[in-house]
């Protein structure tokens, strides 16, 4: 299925999860923020959410900034 | 704003305020209440040049070399308050009267021909014989004949402002006369100007209703001159920062003899005057300041460099009173009985401007 | 009476704001936290590029500090709200930096954008701190919008050229009952220290400290500078004054 992550396309096996994802991309679980279609997510339910065909995500952490 | 300092001890922080304190005052750029009140008190009174020449310089920046003159038409006397201090009083016998149509249109071709643009109508309060619909209809007609128009009537609901604002007034004087409480209501016992507060509102509502220009003060000789001068700065500070688009003035009006003999019970002398004007455009430097014919020709001469902006001219208190034929009593006694010419040529003698005409709605 | 800096109801304790962007690295943020005294940092939210290993910035920012997020990429009210609001739930506390920028030459703000903002936000809880160009009348909407200080810049960030809109600057002081923060373009310890000297209620400082040859010497002198600055404020300078006295008297007649 496709979705969007970080504004750009991605292909993924049909049923992944978030937790699933975030691992994929080697992230660091305690650091990366998530936001699943708008809504930001917390940790716990990265497990019980299952991407879907279209779902637009953002990867975000916190950074140095004035 | 005014209840902050009903109580107030103004003899017991007159006392406190320093040498070194007023001069600090006087180099800052903006100054607070505090501030404000030190320079107007006794102390101060020895620094009155050096106020005097920094308050002539900010006028000058502020305003240009420019005095904006005006008269007074006086529509109506019918009056059914008691002020003890005005001519008007209802218990004063003189003759009452109110202006036609036509009459209104006859001052206003005799004042039209001095080359003045703006007027300023005034009438004594009765909702009965110079109700608002008389009001708007001169207007309508004075329209005809001046660029801006601005009313001191009684004080009206917002509504009622709007309205006249909707049919070409622009400017709106409220004197609250007293704005000590107490003394207040020693001074008027009877009729509708009983009611401080409703008075003390005005000026909101006015500027509410779209008004431009908004002049206030205090009637000096009533009650002690350095509270009073203090409350009418606040009063036009308030109103600044309330409404950040309007012009604010005031004026300081001494009292002056009129039909009733009522004295005054403080003395103001032209000193206490000057520290009052001095003062006050040190506090609201771009706040204008309205000197009357109240006060006599030197004086005025000398109040055109101390901070003044607007002056009458050619005026008379009675109504109809341009109009040579009518020989009326007026509200009071006026000092400086010189037109619209005279004027003009005494402010070019001093290398000030005259002006007429500040602008025009469209 | 003890000189306390109070925003959003919180007591700061040191009027230096520290920035963390443009540094070397992270790793030299808490020394210079610890230089800098600082309380209040800023931080920024990004993606994270997966091709560029960066640490989190949060684990080097002590748990004493107050977090505040910028709202930093957002073009308009709309963008900078949803990053506030990600940025706190993200466990970030509920100060926010309005920072909305669409101009990329200049990096100016877009003040009318970033009243829209600040009025959603502190409705919603947030304690707004809203970045600016010093506009009086911006300034007034910001305290109707609820913010919980106004921070004008002094000149553009990054450019390190100091109090170039000081006039702007000191009416805002006079005339807004809220703290007002200067907030980019300060390039020295002297611009900070003069900015306090007018009576700014604090100063945020980036660039001029992570792009220094020692950030932490820098971080040290700028604290040194804004408590110079306010001691100095409160201690009331001496007059200036602006003219010699004039010649002719003006109330001369009052004596006769």
Redesign the interface.
């Known amino acids: 299925m496709k979705i969007t992550l970080n504004g750009r396309e991605e292909i993924l096996k049909d049923g992944t999860t978030l937790a699933e994802l975030v691992s994929l991309k080697q992230l660091n679980i305690d650091e990366v923020i998530v936001v699943y279609n708008c809504q930001l997510v917390k940790k716990k339910s990265w497990p019980g959410t299952v991407l879907k065909e279209n779902d637009g995500l953002e990867f975000l952490r916190f950074v140095g900034g004035g | 704003m005014c209840q902050r300092y009903d109580k107030f001890d103004f003899d017991s922080f007159f006392k406190q305020v320093t040498d070194a304190g007023i001069k600090r005052i006087i180099a800052k750029n903006r100054l607070t209440e505090t501030d404000f009140l030190s320079l107007l008190s006794p102390r101060a009174e020895k620094y009155l040049e050096e106020m005097a020449q920094k308050a002539h310089r900010c006028t000058v920046q502020n305003f240009g070399r420019v005095i904006f003159l005006f008269t007074p038409m006086y529509l109506a006397n019918y009056c059914v308050n008691q002020c003890v201090y005005c001519g008007f009083n209802v218990h004063n016998k003189l003759e009452r009267k109110k202006l036609t149509r036509a009459e209104v249109e006859r001052e206003a071709k005799i004042i039209a021909a001095t080359g003045l643009k703006h007027i300023l109508i005034l009438t004594g309060e009765s909702r009965r014989e110079s109700p608002v619909s008389y009001i708007r209809e001169c207007v309508e007609v004075l329209k005809k004949y001046f660029t801006s128009i601005s009313i001191e009537v009684y004080p009206l609901e917002e509504n009622e402002y709007v309205e006249l604002v909707s049919v070409g007034v622009d400017g709106f004087t409220m004197f609250q006369e007293v704005y000590n409480k107490e003394a207040y209501a020693e001074f008027h016992p009877g009729g509708p100007k009983r009611n401080y507060r409703f008075r003390l509102e005005a000026p909101e509502r006015a500027c509410r209703a779209g008004m431009r220009t908004v002049n206030v003060g205090a009637l000096l000789g009533l009650h002690q001159w350095r509270a009073e001068a203090f409350l009418t700065g606040l009063h036009a500070d308030y109103l600044q920062n309330t409404f950040p688009d309007v012009e604010v003035s005031i004026s300081p009006p001494r009292m002056r003899p009129q039909l009733g003999g009522f004295p005054p019970k403080v003395e103001v002398s032209d000193k206490n005057l000057v520290q009052y004007i001095l003062a006050f455009r040190l506090f609201m430097p771009r706040g204008g300041v309205t000197i009357s014919t109240r006060e006599p020709s030197e004086l005025r001469d000398r109040l055109v460099r101390l901070g003044a902006t607007k002056m009458s001219a050619g005026s008379s208190t009675a109504v109809g009173g341009h109009s040579a034929s009518c020989a009326q009593t007026g509200q009071f006694e006026i000092s400086d009985k010189r037109g619209v010419m005279e004027m003009a040529k005494m402010l070019y003698a001093q290398n000030y401007q005259p002006v007429y005409k500040d602008w025009q709605t469209l | 009476m003890k000189d306390v800096l109070i925003i959003g109801g919180k007591e700061v304790s040191s009027r230096l704001f520290l ?5 070397s690295s ?1 790793r030299l ?1 808490p020394e210079v936290i610890r230089a800098t005294g600082s309380q209040v940092v ?7 590029d ?1 091709e560029y290993e ?6 080097y920012v002590s748990g004493e500090c107050i977090l505040m ?2 709202t ?1 990429g957002a073009r308009n009210a709309e963008e900078a709200v ?1 990053i506030a ?3 706190r ?2 466990g ?1 506390g509920n100060w926010v930096k309005i920072e909305v920028i669409a101009d990329n030459r200049y990096l100016l703000p877009d003040n009318y954008e970033t009243v829209k903002a600040t009025e959603i936000l502190a409705a919603e809880g947030f304690v707004v701190l809203p970045y600016m160009s010093p506009d009086l009348t911006t300034a ?1 909407k910001l305290v109707e919008a609820g913010a919980a200080a106004v921070m004008p810049l002094g000149s553009p ?1 990054g450019s390190n050229r100091g109090l170039r809109t000081r006039e702007l600057i000191r009416i805002l002081i ?1 005339e807004i009952p809220l703290p007002i923060i200067v907030d ?1 373009g300060i390039g020295r310890p002297s611009e900070a220290a003069e900015a306090m000297e007018m009576g700014v209620a604090a100063v ?1 400082v ?2 001029a400290i ?1 792009t220094a040859s020692d950030p932490v010497a820098m971080g040290r002198s700028f604290k040194l500078a804004v408590e110079a600055g306010r001691i100095a404020h409160l201690a009331g300078p001496g ?3 602006e ?1 010699a ?2 010649s002719s ?6 004596r006769d």
């Open positions: 920035g963390t962007g443009k540094f992270h943020i800023t931080v920024a939210l990004r993606r994270i997966p960066e640490e989190n910035i949060v684990s997020p910028n930093s949803r609001r990600v940025a739930a993200a970030c007034k960030i006079e980019a945020l980036n660039t992570a007059e200036t004054h003219y006295q004039a008297p003006l109330t001369g007649f009052l």
